[in-house]
């Protein structure tokens, strides 16, 4: 089992890691004034989320530094568009993956944690229930005061991406290369255990896929890591890093189902890149926030939390250096 979690955190740091110079190296080209005209209308597609964080009195005090600050950026996955287009619009419906990317002051590491979207948790004003709720009941800015609330920290960005970006986004490559935990059908597709490779709706359907799991959206948001681990490492090639008509290309797939804050610049992504060139993979960790397993609220399937374990990473997400933290088994 620790071989396993080992090799699972080895490929997620690498495609991690891979990433970041891709950011690197498209935020140096986007500084080039003909690219930035080719990236320009692929940019302008991003759709910006107008309100994002909930009013300063509701939220974690700025923490108080000499140096760098930590950084936490929320990441949430909707599982498909709103009828008028937005990705914003009813997302409380449509969002199943909520993420949290942290980077501690020293830069040395990247932690990144997954949360149940049936965990249950106090959203402030509303009383103990899903998680995810808070985005019904108040859309991104209760989500991000919710989320503060459990790791006690300030979220600083947030992204939201549309899975149907990613059908037309892997037929683009090819085809993404994953590694499937678990032997499964859904919706008519077969994806058997071992390495497989997916594309267009057969890719959609494999991150959207729970009924067939007796453990449902553990076994899902497992699998969605697969895919984005997959997805990653083909994206960010030598070949697709060193030709900037590909990787506009590349953008161009993706940025129609895309949302972001308003903080999430590019002068941010100029600025962080450097702060993060220097991580590999063994510096990158993933796992899921501690839970003991699922029970009923009433006619509610919940997963409920485990806050012995939550209190540990709070206080390791306080840590100025987290270069001695070792995760959880993700499962």
Do not use: C
Request: charge should be negative.
């Amino acid at each position: 089992m620790k071989a396993e979690t080992e090799e699972r955190t080895r490929h997620t740091g690498r495609w991690v890691a891979v990433g970041i110079v891709g950011v690197i190296v498209l935020a140096l080209l986007a500084a080039i004034g003909w690219y930035f005209l080719r990236v320009n209308p692929s940019l302008q597609q991003v759709e910006t989320i107008e309100t994002a964080f909930p009013e300063e009195s509701l939220r974690p005090t700025e923490a108080a530094t000499d140096g760098a600050a930590p950084i936490n950026v929320l990441l949430l996955g909707s599982d498909s568009r709103a009828a008028d287009g937005s990705l914003l619009t009813g997302l409380g419906d449509r969002a199943d993956t909520i993420l949290v990317a942290h980077i501690p002051p020293d830069r040395e590491t990247m932690q990144l944690m997954s949360i149940m979207r049936d965990s249950w948790v106090e959203i402030p004003g509303h009383g103990m229930s899903k998680i995810n709720a808070a985005l019904s009941l108040g859309g991104v800015p209760l989500m991000v005061q919710t989320v503060e609330g459990v790791i006690d920290q300030r979220i600083d960005h947030i992204a939201i991406i549309d899975f149907d970006g990613f059908e037309g986004l892997t037929e683009a490559l090819g085809g993404v290369t994953l590694q499937n935990d678990i032997a499964f059908g859904y919706q008519g597709y077969d994806y058997p255990q071992g390495e497989i490779t997916i594309q267009g709706e057969e890719a959609l359907m494999y991150v959207r896929a729970r009924s067939p799991f007796p453990d449902s959206d553990y076994q899902r948001t497992y699998n969605q890591r697969a895919f984005l681990r997959g997805l990653m490492e083909q994206l960010m090639t030598r070949e697709n890093l060193t030709n900037p008509d590909r990787m506009a290309d590349i953008l161009a797939q993706v940025s129609p189902y895309m949302a972001t804050s308003d903080t999430f610049s590019l002068p941010t992504v100029i600025d962080l890149g450097p702060q993060l060139a220097s991580l590999d993979s063994s510096d990158v960790r993933t796992f899921t926030m501690p839970t003991l397993g699922v029970g009923m609220e009433g006619s509610q399937s919940v997963v409920y939390v485990n806050w012995d374990g939550v209190e540990e990473i709070r206080a390791a997400f306080d840590e100025e250096s987290m270069t001695t933290f070792e995760p959880a088994p993700e499962r």
